[in-house]
């Protein structure tokens, strides 16, 4: 079966980074576009960033052009997010997302706080 695990999440002050790393199992890693999603308390899971299969083509949301790199390893079923100038607007729960056979599959998240 599909299986999606974040981590990398923590507590972090405005300015600094984080990578955060989604370890998949349960189907051919390497043929499927991954992608990563936050959703911060009372609003709706919004995307951030998306890779295609090969790791050739990636797209970002606006609001974070510039400042997040997703980028993957097919050798290690792993896509990563490295967040770098974190905001306190970038705090949410961090979700790993794969679409196979029109099916959406998540993991179960990773908290990222940016506070001072």
């Known amino acids: 079966q599909v299986q999606l695990v974040e981590s990398g999440g923590n507590l972090v002050q405005p300015g600094g980074s984080l990578r955060l790393s989604c370890a998949a199992s349960?189907?051919?890693?390497?043929?499927?576009?991954m992608n990563w999603y936050r959703q911060a308390p009372g609003k709706e899971r919004e995307l951030v960033a998306d890779?295609?299969?090969?790791?050739?083509?990636?797209n970002y949301a606006d609001s974070v052009k510039g400042r997040f790199t997703i980028s993957r390893d097919n050798a290690k079923n792993t896509v990563y997010l490295q967040m770098n100038s974190l905001k306190p607007e970038d705090t949410a729960v961090y979700y790993c997302?794969?679409?196979?056979?029109?099916?959406?599959?998540w993991g179960q998240g990773t908290q990222v706080t940016v506070s001072s």
């Open positions: 349960g189907f051919t890693f390497r043929s499927y576009s």
């Open positions: 997302n794969v679409r196979r056979n029109w099916i959406d599959y």
């Open positions: 890779i295609s299969s090969a790791g050739v083509r990636t």
